[in-house]
Each structure stands twice: as C-alpha cells, then as structure tokens.
C-alpha cells in the first residue's frame, strides 16, 4: 500500500500534475491562484485521511484502501477552481470537495466488483484483496460517510448529493442491461458516460460554486462544462485502452477489450460492419478470439497473442480516429460552455483542464 502522507506534500501538486502549474501561469499572481488550487488540495487530502477512518479496524483498511493507492482527486480540485469565482477556499468548499471524492471512491468498489475488475490505481482490487461482499460493503460505508458530510452541507447539498448518486446507479444500470432493442447503442453508450462520469464531476464543479458564493450564474456554464468533460474523459480512456504504451498510460492494452466492454471502438465497428467488409472481418475476428463467452477469457500465451494482434488492428482502424475525434469535439463543446464566465485564471484553468483531458493519449 502506498504511502498516506498528504499529496501535496509530495514532491509534485496534483495541480500541477493537471497542466495548472508554471506551464500555464506565467505571472505571479497566477502562479499565486495555482497554489491556492494546491493548498485546498493538500487540506482536502488531510480531511479525507480523517473522514474515512472507521471505528472497526477491517473497515478503517478496507476504507483507506484505494484512498491511499493514489488517484488525481480530479473532483476535489474542480470543485476548488470553480471556488476561486468566489470567496474561494470556504471550510463549505473543502467538506464539498471532499464529498465529491469520497462519492467517487465509493463506486469505485462497487463498479470493480461488477466488472470483476483485477487491478485498481495499481494495486489489486479490493474484491481481489478481500471478496465481493467486503468491497460492497466498503463502498456503502463510504457513501454513507459522504451523505454525513453532504448533511452539514444542508439541504441543497443533500439534493445535489441525492440526485447524483441516483445518476451513478442508473448510469450503472443501463451500462448493466444494455440498450433497449429500439435504442441505438452508441446513444446509450454516450448517456452511460454521461451518468456515470460527468454527473459527479458536475456536481463538484457546480458545489465549488454554490459554497463559495459565487454568482449563481456560473452554476450552469460549470455544470455543463462538467457533464461534457467527462463525456470527453471516458471517450479519451476508450483511446488509452488500446495504446501500444502501458508505461505512459498505465493501463494494459486491451484491458476493455478482454472484459467485454462494449467502448465506443468496438460499438463504431459493430455499426460500420453492416456495410464494410474489413469492419466485419475484424469484428468477427474479435468476436472469436478475444471477447468472453461464458466463462472469463483465458489468459494463455494464444490468446494472449490474439488480444495484441486485435488490439493493434482496432487501434489502426478508422473507429479508433472516429472516437478520438468525437471526444475532442466533447472537450471542445465543453470549454464553449464556459463561455458566460468571466476571462481570467479560472476560465484558463478549466479550458486548460478540457485540453489535458484529450492530450492523455499522446
């Protein structure tokens, strides 16, 4: 298990490591609004070190567990950005942002158990580690401590909270059941990023707002900004699943593919093997030797070798320039959002964030 010391303690801010440093703001009053990002940043870590200890000794490990395996904390900190349109770091803006994390954390356990996931943030699954019902359980008592903070919040936190966590089970549940069979797939796929991801990233960025007093206004240009960049986030994650460079992405190639996830790689390619033989030769040919059937996919050296062959040819297929393009042109409507917003570092941050979103795959 990794180290718990407080990431902004390390060597490199996580608002750094999100393009907010010196590459973006060249004056010193930028540089200034950066470490504010930063400083909120290494308070919120602290809080979440506290808030998800438990009584129980099984529960405060299971708890801290993929907590302190790392993560960018991207929420948390478009949560503090969204703030400084504001009064900035409020102690309402920290216990926000720190609800927006511990909501993340906790379907992490539940979305590993259900794609029978075997590593996360590096480190084995914590239904690797410690079976199905543990990790459940681990991700309800972490929403129930994300609903304890969200309470001091009052009544409009709680609301936001509510209907969000109703997004991330329904995102769940139609990416569990599938499109309707007079759904086109490709909609549906679109709609279950936007539940499960931007939802969440959303209601960070709207809650960076609210409890900081800012002009309510910027309420729905952040929403939107964030509903779309996750969008653009998982769209980007599809690209990343079929890179040749696992050292870069720290993702193994065709980790989606092997699983059966339906990205939308493979959903362009199902749609264009209607009318294109090559399409329908390589589907085919994926529908054979890489997808599971009834049992988990082998992981001989044949089948090993099936899968970097498939995920070469998916990855030179046109689907795959297909996708890259639809999810900058996510980002790009999403940075468009932002338009209503005042110019300064704030908007150059957030459009900034939109661009290192897309830049993931180089």
Known sequence: MKSSIPLARRGTTIASQAGLGERLFASSEERGFAQKIDDGLALVEVGLLREVAFGDDLADVTGRYLLEAGGKRVRPML??????????????VIEAAQVTEITHLASLYHDDVM???????????AQNVWGNSVAILTGDLLFARASQLVARLGERAIRLQADTFERLVLGQLHETLGPRIDQDPIEHYIGVLADKT?????????????????PAAYELPVVTFGEKIGVAFQLIDDVIDLSPRPEQTGKVPGTDLRAGIATLPLLYLRRDAVHDQ?????????EREVLPHDAPPAHTAEADAHLAEAVADLREHEVTRVTLAEARR????????????????????????????????K
Not at 115 to 125: H, I, L, N, Q, Y
């Open 79 to 92: 949560a503090l950005l969204t703030a400084q349109l504001g009064d900035g770091n409020t102690e309402q």
């Open 115 to 125: 794609d029978e996931a075997d590593v996360r943030r590096g480190v084995p699954s």
């Open 330 to 361: 996510w980002a790009d409507d999403a940075v468009t959002a932002l338009d209503p917003l005042p110019d300064g570092p704030v908007k150059k941050a957030l459009t900034r964030f939109a661009e290192s979103v897309v830049d993931r795959t």
């Open 278 to 286: 090559e399409a329908a030769a390589l589907l085919a040919r994926i």
């Open 198 to 214: 931007g939802s969440l990233i959303a209601a960070a960025a709207q809650m960076g707002v609210i409890f900081s007093n800012a």
